[in-house]
């Protein structure tokens, strides 16, 4: 994920067969073929590679306009990785000037010192203040979850394994009982947890904006911390943070560079927290009354659906908690990180048929594990009707 | 150019349309990246027969070229704005208004795509067969204008077996509604199927009726690795000939094992030449006896691994696999041509040796799939770099072909249609008078000739 040159090759490979259109949720709403891949790749390469076309606003609309949900990758069958080429094109139309270096650094503020306490909680209300923060933006806790936390945590009794969490941004700030839940699940369950220090956002959100410089210091950061660690896993409770650390990570780095070994170290190692204890197998039975839910599987869970299943299968454990699955799972909700604060129509287009199958499905609750799925259909829903899946097995260790 | 932005904005609205080069970029070309020729000055995207037929109005007064458009998935150069003016692009015109189980038929809008349309009928119980392997996008209208086919066409046929009625809007504005719901129809000459097949040169499609039929209850995939492309084509014809009809028969080559091999095990021998797909359907006994027959058959000719596959979740992957191939292909190579010459299929045999040996006289990479069950054979030329000599070869090659085909009462294209890519050779399959004929039909429909110009035929056989 360096510059666009570096996709000259990939690019070429795009066969124009058009199968990108059956899977992306922005064509889905305007039916435009400049917003699938396959338009969007000509697009960056006339324009910001080749120089055929003069970089004006369209140009960035539609390089913006893109949730980067992956699922075109998934679906092209020569596996393009047409979401890096997006990020990369947004890198090179990052705007200048005093407003956006000012966000810039906000922004690195936010990611780099997540964990200390107050952090957030003045920087937040502060870039609403100044227009910096758009107001849809949730509100984080006064004092993030990390703050509060011992660097290991011990289940009573002998630890059955060790992991180390990674704990993502927005259970650390903004679902602290997400990360609740998942302390009470590691523990009960005979957890060893270590809590490394020095843990920085993932990078994914600094990429979705092109800022790539800002994505490789953040891994950078997140490589030192956990590297070290002697684990059987590494876990987290969010879907884009397990993109990030498996999947994204080392591709942030020239091929073979030290960072990028590192980081191909660590990445069979990291797994979906749910994922994690469904392997390990439940040593603690729950016992209290669940209820019923239906599944949404983050976009980002495209390349490993099977550990979001896993974590379902958990569930299945649970007294009365019964699944109902809706009829396409894996089809977007339009929320895009942050995209939906900056495209509503576009973005309530995609969330409205998903509401519709979430309504078919008749299920109490939705349980995604992706924090920017749960917000954005909790703010249709109402945030109750939204939850972490293991916050269904925590609710039954009351 | 301003004129142009202003008149369609009040034809269609401000967000039916884009003159934006921006947006006009992918509109250059379909699914063939090599056919752009000329730069469409607007894409308008309808979103009723009525916006439609307005902007068609517009573009005849005006004399703007008009090229129709569903997915651009198309591999003959089809939806290319040859001699730029609009594309009308068709996918917002994509209800399905309605599938009738009494009467066994469906009404769909032209920009329903394939396979939601298939997944609506198959909820229902009812089976629409055609089955273009692109079907994740290309629209319904777009197979209607091309006559589309795919795996199926050899126990089911293609599109225009299932076009019942359209509804067009002529290059004049006028909406016609043609053919009807009944199954029998004998009132006028078929305007129906000289619609079907007419790859937009004729009018704009807006809506068809198609017809259903019951869904077979269970299908049995099976795969036969054969060492040598000769004796798949040899299998096939035997087949054929023996009376048994698969609902599949998928000739593939050695490439797609290495495919295959990523989702199966244990791993298909990646020495074979070629390899057959085939899939049976029926009740669950029949499918699978007729699979299980099918394999003892290819055992007996010589075939080096047979296997079936009559869980659907497997089968499923195969055909998933199968859908991918000609994509895939094309990714890894600078640049790779595609024909899809149809042969009768007891000829399939002639067909593969003489294809085989135009390719080592000028020493070209071909791969040859295809349908082999309906004959629809694809020669693929495979190009790791391209220059003049390169080019030289390939345009032999690709005349030497289609005149095999023919030689052996073959046709020039089976199911991808004329477009751009195969206009000079259409003299060849139909002669001058025929085409002379189509010519006076084209002007009857398209007097000022606005409707996709310079498809089908070559510009010097242009009125
Ligand atoms: C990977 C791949 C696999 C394919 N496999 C098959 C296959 O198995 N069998 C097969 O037959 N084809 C196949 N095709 C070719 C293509 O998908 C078909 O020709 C399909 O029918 C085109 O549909 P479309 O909606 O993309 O039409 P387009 O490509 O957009 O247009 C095709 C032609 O139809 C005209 N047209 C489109 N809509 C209308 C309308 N509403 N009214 C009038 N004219 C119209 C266009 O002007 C053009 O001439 C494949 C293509 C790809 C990329
Ligand atoms: S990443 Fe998602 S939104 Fe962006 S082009 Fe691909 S499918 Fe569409
Ligand atoms: S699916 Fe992949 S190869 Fe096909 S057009 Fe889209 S980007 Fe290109």
Redesign the interface.
């Known amino acids: 994920m360096l510059g666009l040159e570096q996709y000259r090759e990939a690019m070429e490979r795009c066969s124009q067969c058009g199968y990108c259109q059956a899977a992306c949720p922005v064509f889905s709403q305007e039916l435009l073929e400049s917003y699938t891949a396959r338009g969007r790749t000509l697009l960056i390469k006339a324009a910001l590679m080749d120089g055929d076309l003069p970089v004006g606003k369209r140009t960035k609309e539609i390089v913006a306009n893109c949730l980067l949900c992956g699922a075109c990758a998934h679906t092209c069958p020569g596996g393009l990785p047409l979401d890096e080429i997006t990020v990369a094109a947004r890198s090179l139309l990052r705007p200048g000037g005093p407003a956006a270096s000012l966000r810039r650094s906000l922004h690195r503020k936010l990611m780099e010192q997540r964990g200390h306490p107050g952090s957030l909680g003045k920087l937040g209300p502060l870039g609403k203040t100044l227009g910096l923060a758009p107001a849809d933006l949730p509100q984080p806790a006064a004092r993030p979850f990390l703050a509060d936390q011992p660097l290991v945590l011990r289940p009573s009794g002998e630890a059955r394994a060790r992991v180390a969490w990674f704990v993502g941004c927005a259970a650390n700030s903004l679902h602290l009982d997400t990360a609740r839940a998942v302390r009470k699940v590691l523990l009960a369950n005979g957890v060893e947890v270590a809590l490394p220090e020095g843990m920085a956002c993932c990078g994914l959100p600094a990429l979705a904006q092109g800022e790539v410089d800002l994505a490789q210091d953040l891994a950078r950061r997140n490589i030192a911390a956990l590297a070290a660690q002697e684990v059987d896993a590494v876990v987290t409770e969010c879907t884009s943070c397990v993109l990030m650390l498996r999947d994204k990570m080392s591709r942030l780095f020239e091929p073979e560079s030290p960072e990028a070994r590192a980081a191909e170290d660590l990445a069979p190692k990291v797994m979906e927290a749910g994922a994690f204890l469904d392997q390990l197998g439940l040593s603690k039975t729950p016992r209290g009354r669940g209820i019923s839910y239906t599944l949404h599987q983050p976009c980002h869970a495209a390349g490993f659906a099977q550990q979001v299943q896993a974590g379902l299968a958990l569930l299945e454990k649970v007294p009365e908690a019964g699944y109902r699955p809706m009829a396409d799972p894996a089809a977007c909700c339009g929320a895009g990180g942050d995209f939906f604060l900056k495209n509503l129509a576009l973005s309530r287009g995609v969330r409205r048929s998903k509401l519709e199958q979430i309504e078919q499905s008749r299920a109490e609750v939705v349980v995604t594990p992706c924090p920017a799925c749960r917000h954005y259909l909790g703010l249709a829903l109402g945030p109750d009707k939204v939850k972490h899946p293991l916050a269904i097995l925590a609710g039954a260790y009351e | 150019m301003r004129g142009l932005a202003k008149d369609l904005s009040r034809l269609v609205g401000p967000d039916g349309f884009?003159t934006?080069?921006?947006?006009?970029?992918?509109?250059r070309?379909?699914?063939?990246?090599y056919f752009a020729q000329g730069d469409p000055a607007a894409?308008v995207?309808p979103a009723d027969t009525a916006q439609a037929a307005r902007v068609v109005a517009y573009a005849s007064q005006n004399g703007i070229p008009l090229t129709p458009r569903g997915?651009?998935?198309g591999l003959s150069g089809g939806c290319t704005p040859a001699r730029g003016g609009i594309v009308l692009?068709t996918?917002?015109l994509?209800r399905i208004l309605e599938i009738n189980q009494g009467n066994l038929t469906a009404r769909v809008e032209a920009?329903a795509?394939l396979?939601a349309f298939q997944q609506a009928v198959e909820a229902q119980g009812f089976f629409y067969p055609p089955d273009p392997q692109?079907k994740?996008?290309c629209t319904l209208g777009g197979n209607v204008a091309t006559r589309a086919g795919g795996p199926r066409a050899v126990k089911y046929g293609t599109t225009g077996n299932y076009v019942l009625g359209l509804e067009a809007v002529l290059p004049g504005g006028e909406v016609i509604r043609t053919g009807s719901a009944c199954v029998k129809h004998s009132a006028g000459y078929d305007l129906t199927h000289l619609l079907t097949g007419s790859e937009g040169t004729l009018a704009l499609i807006t809506q068809a009726t198609l017809r259903l039929i019951p869904k077979p209850p269970a299908t049995c995939t099976a795969l036969a690795v054969c060492p040598t492309m000769k004796m798949a084509a040899r299998i096939v014809s035997e087949t054929i000939a023996g009376g048994v009809v698969p609902s599949m028969l998928e000739l593939l080559t050695t490439a797609s094992l290495a495919v295959f091999n990523r989702f199966v095990s244990p791993p298909l021998p990646e020495e074979g030449e070629a390899c057959l797909l085939m899939e049976f359907d029926g009740t669950a006994q029949e499918a699978l006896r007729q699979a299980q027959e099918m394999a003892a058959a290819c055992r007996d000719m010589g075939a080096i691994d047979v296997r079936l596959a009559p869980r659907p979740e497997e089968a499923a992957l195969y055909w998933m696999v199968r859908s991918?191939?000609?994509?895939?292909v094309?990714?890894?190579f600078k640049r790779?041509v595609t024909e899809d010459v149809t042969v009768p299929r007891d000829r399939i045999p002639e067909f593969v040796t003489q294809v085989m040996s135009i390719a080592a006289e000028l020493d070209l990479a071909m791969g040859l799939t295809g349908h082999a069950g309906d004959g629809n054979m694809h020669p693929t030329i495979r190009m790791d770099e391209i220059n003049p000599d390169v080019e030289k070869r390939v345009h032999q090659a690709l005349e030497r072909v289609i005149k095999a085909g023919l030689s052996l009462g073959g046709v020039i294209s089976g199911e991808h249609g004329v477009g751009l890519h195969k206009a000079e050779f259409l003299e060849l399959e139909l002669g001058r008078e025929q085409i002379a004929l189509m010519r006076r039909i084209k002007k009857a429909f398209d007097p000022t000739g606005i409707m996709n110009p310079g498809k089908i035929w070559p510009p010097e056989l242009e009125a």
């Open positions: 884009s934006a080069p921006e947006d006009l970029l992918v509109y070309h379909d699914a063939i990246g894409v995207l997915a651009g998935s692009d996918k917002r994509k920009g795509v396979a692109s994740s996008v991918r191939l000609y994509p895939l094309v990714s890894r790779v």
